[in-house]
């Protein structure tokens, strides 16, 4: 379903398509609570992802300024469930209403999900929910972490944060993250999803080297959670041969993130299938 046909559509060949389930996009409580402002005229309230797709649609906006017929642009599409009529034209308003740019809304179950994101040529699939995440990086779609960003909310800029402990992997088990709970199936879920993320990263650093070091709409960040500062060097070269020059790096070596992402408060949490425990603001 085309959500707008005022909205141009992206070269499917060139287009960074990001897949976003609705109710991370809207506020979806007030269907159980009394009406709010916005809810009551049959528009949804922003939900904690919606500074995301208006800092996407930012970048997508300097894009064009630079380029009129740039053609390597994000593409956000919805994903909705099937069981929710009411919700599903309430999101389209939303949609409109919000001015948002997004191009499609997809209904599917729980259950298949994973087959419209792969229908769909999804390049980063993002979630509030950690099983959803890795159901999709379990069929080789990138998937990451919405972070709940706490105080003013990012809208003019992308941030995309990359935990690199995986990335910096070496053939020696010595230096990998010292985490009990990185099993052997985690490990093969980073090497499923490691020709795409590959992809994912070259997109994004061809993004980014179009705008200069200071003031761009689009910050790609690393930071390694629990690994040595050799895994984090290896990170970082992984990252530039990919096509990537982040804008900071971070070796935490174990110390704690919680003022480190309250510093960089990304819109987007890619740890590659590993799920450290990191300190992350609940998203409400």
Known sequence: ?????????????????????????????????????????????????????????????????????????FDVILLSSKDRPKSQSE????????????????????????????????????????????????????????????????LDQLRVLFIGDSLGFSEDTTDRPKDEDTGEDQLQSVQLTQSSLEDLVALIGEMRRK?????????????????PRNVCVRALKRLRAWGLEVDEAFCLAGAPQSRLLAHIQPHILYDHGLQYTLDVPALS
Do not use: W
């Open 1 to 73: 379903m085309n959500t707008d046909d005022d909205v141009k559509q992206k070269d499917p060949s060139r287009a960074v398509v990001i897949a976003i389930s609705h109710d991370a996009v809207f506020d979806l409580k007030e269907e159980q609570e009394p009406k709010a402002p916005a809810a009551a005229s049959g528009v949804l309230n922003p939900g904690p992802g919606f500074p995301f797709v208006k800092a996407v649609q930012r970048v997508n906006e300097k894009l064009v300024e630079k380029n009129p017929n740039e053609t390597l642009l």
């Open 91 to 154: 999101v389209a308003n939303s949609i409109k209403h919000y001015g948002l740019e997004i191009t499609r809304l997809c209904f599917c179950n729980n259950e298949n999900f994973t087959s419209v994101l792969r229908s769909n040529k999804v390049k980063l699939f993002l979630s509030t929910n950690t099983d959803y995440i890795t159901k999709a990086q379990d069929t080789g779609v990138p998937a990451a972490l919405l972070y709940g960003q706490r105080g003013t909310a990012t």
């Open 211 to 227: 705008f200069g070091r200071e003031n761009s709409p689009l910050c790609a960040c690393l930071m390694t959670v629990c690994s």
